[in-house]
């Protein structure tokens, strides 16, 4: 506040000085005109040897003189001086208008006394007009002015620095407003959100979007935290069970069936290492873009490599019309129907189907690709299909410590399927059993994913 009074008194200061120098040099100019205008009159009739005696002049602080080589006073107005010249002879230039400053003394006029010359006559007899006006005038406006400045300069500032002050601190309110808010907040003290101007200007759009943002925050920690809990109990669950194997095979010593210790723990080690996968996964598809490697996938192709990992299982692939090309990261989709696979073969009662079609391009923006992953199985409620793909949900007849992941799976799927453009949705398979799961992918034009996948 201070530096803005500060600049505003200094910009203030040197628009005065400007304004006062403008000021003199215009009214100085004006006096040099009229005098300028008189001396070439009194000229014209030197020229056609027609001065009168006394010169006529309009004003008494106008003196007017015509002089020849020798300095002689030829002819004058009726209060100047007849002997001696308003300027020195040595002063004067016969070929050339002059502006000169004299004393005010010798033109017997009030100071500042400003002559103007100009030549006349004839070059047999050579003249100089001398005129002669009192800048006192001038001075006395510039004074007044300067006064007027001096005067009203400080109350000027004190009224615009009062100003500014109410202006400033009425905008700066609603921000301290949200400064002690934010304090709150970071105390731990307040309700989480900062206080909205009723005022729709800046201000409250900018708390508007900061309440957004900490309801984004909140959100996110929430389930950071509910995140960090969940693995923390699934972590303990096999570490559990490492222990407890362990424990048993010390106290029964010799009679320790190793064979089957080593299994179990093997088991649950595997497990171990799945989940730590998992999250590690999830955190890196949570803190990075999309991964580097996107290119043109054949989704046939990418479904018969799936369904390959499987050969003692009922997988099959249903036959699709032709090549379908999609856009995306081929290690990221054969992750989603790797996860896909293993929850439809982990609950299906005898087969499980994949299959793969074009879907028209109308009603929509970009024409998609369909991937559906049936299955026989029990199936999943409509009321639970929205919330299977959070992180650690599991549905009760997926809890078993053997048959049950950590409910992760989906979660992977949901985030991947995302990053790749597409969407997923869970349907019931034919005739009203089992499970389907509806994969939207971008399509690529087939021959644009044939030239892209050629060496």
């Not at 002559?115 to 047999?124: E, I, K």
């Not at 994949?354 to 970009?366: D, F, G, N, V, Y």
């Not at 799976?409 to 995302?418: D, F, N, P, T, Y």
């Amino acid at each position: 506040m201070a530096i803005g009074v500060f600049g505003l008194a200094v910009g203030l200061a040197l628009g005065g000085v400007v304004l006062l120098g403008a000021l003199g040099y215009v009214l100085q100019r004006t006096v040099d005109t009229e005098a300028f205008r008189t001396a070439d009159a009194v000229a014209l009739l030197a020229a056609e040897d027609a001065l009168p005696d006394p010169l006529p002049v309009a004003g008494g602080q106008v003196r007017v003189q015509v002089v020849d080589a020798q300095g002689r006073i030829r002819a004058a107005s009726i209060d100047a001086d007849r002997l001696v010249p308003m300027v020195r002879p040595e002063r004067l230039d016969p070929d050339r208008r002059q502006r000169l400053e004299v004393p005010a003394e010798r033109v017997g006029l009030a100071g500042p006394v400003r002559v103007v010359t100009v030549p006349a006559g004839t070059a047999a007899d050579p003249l100089t007009v001398l005129v002669a006006r009192s800048m006192a005038d001038v001075r006395h406006s510039t004074h007044v002015v300067r006064t007027i400045l001096l005067v009203a300069f400080p109350l000027l500032v004190a009224g615009l620095a009062g100003v500014a002050w109410r202006v400033v601190g009425a905008t700066l309110r609603p921000v301290e407003a949200l400064r002690r808010g934010a304090e709150e907040i970071t105390g731990r003290a307040g309700t989480g959100r900062l206080p909205v101007p009723a005022s729709a200007d800046e201000i409250h759009r900018l708390a508007v979007t900061l309440n957004g943002m900490l309801d984004r925050l909140e959100s996110a920690r929430d389930r950071q935290r509910a995140f960090v809990s969940d693995a923390a109990h699934e972590l303990r669950s096999p570490l559990t069970n490492i222990r407890t194997e362990l424990e048993v095979a010390q106290r029964l010593a010799g009679r320790t069936d190793w064979t089957a210790v080593t299994s179990n723990l093997l088991a649950d080690t595997e497990r171990l290492s799945r989940l730590v996968d998992d999250l590690l996964l999830l955190a890196r598809l949570d803190e990075t873009p999309p991964a580097r490697g996107t290119g043109p996938v054949e989704l046939g192709a990418l479904l018969t490599e799936v369904a390959a990992r499987y050969p003692s299982a009922p997988v099959r692939v249903a036959p699709s019309s032709g090549p379908l090309w999609t856009v995306g990261n081929a290690d990221e989709l054969r992750r989603v129907l790797a996860n896909l696979v293993d929850n439809a073969v982990r609950h299906a009662r005898g087969s499980v189907l994949l299959a793969a079609e074009a879907t028209p391009a109308s009603h929509r923006e970009a024409a998609y690709h369909l991937v559906t992953v049936t299955d026989d199985g029990p199936g999943i409620p409509v009321a639970d299909r929205g919330r299977v793909f959070g992180r650690f949900t599991r549905l009760d007849d997926g809890r078993a410590r053997d048959d049950g992941g950590a409910g992760l799976g989906l979660a992977i799927v949901w985030e991947l399927v995302r990053r790749a453009g597409g969407s997923i949705t869970l349907t019931d398979g034919d005739d009203q059993r089992g499970l389907r799961v509806r994969l939207l992918l971008p399509a690529l034009p087939t021959d644009e994913g044939r030239e892209a996948a050629t060496p």
